[in-house]
């Protein structure tokens, strides 16, 4: 049966959830530890960063139950209609007996002090449900999200590789036992119009499909978008701030489609870095290696490509790429649809050319010309789940030895994601030599002002661009980029 407006409703372990009166930014952390008293859920870092909070949600996707692990401590509760939230307490049999993981866990010694311990129980139990024989790089992959002071990964994952060895067949497992009846529930749940639940002055939206949420936002022009909450969430979390009213699109399935043809794929805007990397790291492989490097696993499971451009964050890792792709998006409303060029999304420092009413509906990129070089860098302190200082994307066409076509955009260079247009004039037409790429290093210096910053200077972020230039040079030559790579912050 279709819910009524006026509540959230999802599963809690085996416990069907109903919410009512609950506040747009209550965060799954809080009511999992303050409401159900479910205490292995830990707080770390509030900001989705440590991996101390991870659980797993499980959703429908494509007709399919997948299920993902998240940062419960931003995760907002109204994002989780229809979904199937799994904590820690649930792994262990009824009679007390310790699920694969956890007994690896033990048996390898993966925990000194216990704190972070339910955190990478949760991320090694999303990969077991979903990967039969994971490789090393598989174990580490999973792991990026979760931070250990004290024990060291090596134990960890000598726990992962023992785990992948016990299959559901042959053990207790809470979701493989109930997999046909929790998607059965489920179906149950999925809302077939708007879910609208007020508290006092504050209101959270649940739209069904694209035309409730066009409609939604018709109403409430000024509300917040939530998709993945990766960035909202910190709003809320760090920032205090209000968002009030909150409009939750993560459910919407029409969103979350990825279409391929000749032309180029066309990603919706709910769809996830996770679900879009296959597509992605296919057709463009620069662009899978460059996914594997935002946030960590729970983080990449939660945003979303088209959360990272409607938020025009100036060092939002997707656009720079997308940009030299020669990406369109499209933007709906009530009153229809319009495409535009990604690059003119982004006129100025926290604006964008969006009018009141309308989202991000899909973004189309074009299939890479053959023969064409492209690469994106992303340059940070920590090479796994950081912030960029700066990401670099190139993309050329070179004929008898001469530069046909150039484009080049960055992040953390300006106010936005910004083409370096002096930098491509310098490079057209002339040949693709050291030489070349010298002469136009200096054009860096007319597109871009950088600023400095705790994450880098601006003669960092300079120098840094310059030198991604020459690397991109060097790899497209198909030779090795070592003299570059320490300049460019890469280790």
Not at 168 to 174: K, L
Not at 317 to 332: F, K, Q, Y
Request: proline share 5%; hydrophobic share 40%.
């Amino acid at each position: 049966m279709p819910q009524p407006n006026g509540s959230i409703s999802f599963i809690l372990n085996d416990r069907e959830i109903a919410l009512s009166d609950i506040a747009p930014t209550t965060t799954l952390l809080d009511y999992l530890r303050l409401e159900r008293r479910l205490t292995g859920t830990k707080e770390g870092c509030a900001e989705g960063d440590c991996g101390a909070c991870t659980v797993l949600v499980g959703r429908m996707v494509g007709g399919r139950l997948v299920y993902e692990s998240v940062n419960a401590c931003i995760r907002f509760l109204g994002s989780l209609q229809a979904t199937h939230v799994v904590t820690v307490e649930h792994l262990a049999g009824q009679d007390g007996t310790l699920h694969p993981v956890q007994q690896a866990m033990v048996d390898f010694h993966g925990s000194q002090c216990g704190f972070c311990t339910p955190g990478f129980v949760m991320s090694l139990y999303g990969l077991w449900l979903g990967n039969d024989n994971p490789d090393r790089a598989d174990i580490e992959k999973a792991l990026q999200g979760n931070l250990c002071r004290c024990t060291g990964y090596e134990p960890i994952v000598r726990a992962a590789e023992a785990a992948a060895k016990a299959r559901p067949s042959d053990i207790f497992d809470p979701i493989t036992r109930e997999r046909e009846v929790i998607t059965r529930r489920l179906a149950a749940l999925a809302p077939v119009e708007t879910v609208t639940v007020r508290q006092a002055e504050q209101c959270l939206i649940v739209p069904a499909d694209g035309d409730g949420l066009a409609k939604a936002l018709a109403e409430n022009p000024s509300a917040t978008v939530v998709a993945g909450s990766t960035d909202v969430g910190l709003w809320v979390t760090k920032q205090m701030r209000a968002i009030n009213p909150v409009i939750f699109i993560n459910g919407i399935a029409e969103l979350q489609q990825i279409e391929e043809n000749d032309a180029g794929l066309t990603i919706g805007a709910g769809v996830s870095y996770t679900m879009a990397f296959d597509a992605l790291s296919r057709t463009l492989p620069g662009l899978g290696a460059l996914i594997n490097r935002i946030g960590g696993e729970q983080v990449r499971n939660m945003g979303t490509i088209g959360g990272n451009i409607a938020n025009g964050s100036p060092i939002g890792d997707s656009p720079p790429p997308l940009i030299v792709l020669g990406a369109t998006v499209t933007l709906r409303s009530t009153a229809g649809r319009r495409t535009l060029p990604l690059e003119s999304f982004f006129i100025a420092y926290g604006k964008q050319d969006r009018k009141p009413g309308e989202f991000v509906e899909n973004i189309f990129v074009p299939r890479l010309p053959t023969g064409d070089f492209f690469a994106a860098y992303k340059i940070s302190k920590r090479r796994d789940e950081d912030i960029s200082a700066l990401l670099g994307a190139f993309r050329l066409s070179v004929e008898n030895g001469t530069v046909q076509t150039a484009r080049i955009a960055f992040g953390g260079m300006a106010a936005t994601p910004k083409r370096a247009t002096h930098v491509e004039a310098a490079l057209i037409g002339k040949p693709w030599n050291e030489e070349t790429v010298r002469a136009a290093q200096v054009a860096f210096e007319t597109d871009y002002q950088p600023l400095t910053d705790w994450r880098a200077t601006s003669d960092y972020r300079m120098l840094a661009a310059k030198n991604l230039l020459m690397r991109f040079f060097l790899e497209s030559g198909g030779e090795p980029a070592q003299l570059v790579r320490y300049a460019a912050g890469e280790r």
